[in-house]
């Protein structure tokens, strides 16, 4: 016994060439990272890990007939498919209506301007290139991830492009540092506390989008789930 486990020191050569003998890689799973939105057909948990469900942990849920913005789609060799959702987590491909995929965003916009991925914060209404909203479009909803392309100034505040005329205000990607005059409790979106953060006095926070209302009182949502109670913040 050498107390090792292999003693072929070329074992992983050796592996390698059995996989491309036996065309092994076309078992494995292949990975899009392309965005794009669908409806969902049925109530459904979304989990934390893209395994079985059985052993993962939920980290949210889907309603049905929500739309959702997919930014991650595994394909197994069998066909069936995990979807990840900003914001959400992973879900099976079966939850969702077929043919109901569409582009995350409308037609890239000219230009040349780069396409990148933005996480939205807040729910945010759509804007023509003069700041005056868009009608007959739905507002897009927080914690999903949009397709921007560059950013542009609007009756002199900063918007993000996402097709062609079509913008969303900044503050709802970038948010707004704001001091905490008080230590401050972080509560969910029932206005409950579900976590033992504190942040103290004195401690600057990204906030999103307007204020909302829960449960009577004002929040600032500070991230996923997170809002902390408008009165706590110094007023800008």
Known sequence: MTGTYATDHKYNQSLDSRIAQYNLSKYDPKISKEAKSYTVKENAAAYAWPTDHSVSAKSGSVKKDETVTVDKTITYYNGSQRMHIAGKGWVNSTIFKKGG?????????????????????????????????????????????????????????????????????????????????????VYNGSGNR??????????????????????????????????????????L
Do not use: C
């Open 101 to 185: 995929s569409m582009a995350a965003v409308t037609q890239a916009p000219k230009g040349q301007d780069v396409k990148v991925n933005k996480q939205l914060m807040h729910n945010s209404y759509v804007y023509d290139g003069e700041g005056k909203r868009v009608k007959g479009v739905k507002a897009l909803k927080e914690d999903n991830v949009v397709v921007t392309y560059g950013t542009k100034k609007i009756n002199g505040k900063k918007y993000y492009r996402i097709g062609e005329d079509r913008y969303i205000a900044a503050g709802n990607i970038d948010g707004t540092m704001r001091l905490l005059k008080h230590n401050t409790y």
């Open 194 to 235: 579900d976590n033992e953060i504190v942040y103290k006095k004195g401690k600057s926070l990204a906030t999103y989008g307007k204020s909302v209302t829960i449960v009577g009182k004002k929040y600032y949502k500070i991230g996923i789930h997170q809002y902390v109670k408008v009165s706590n913040f110094e007023k």
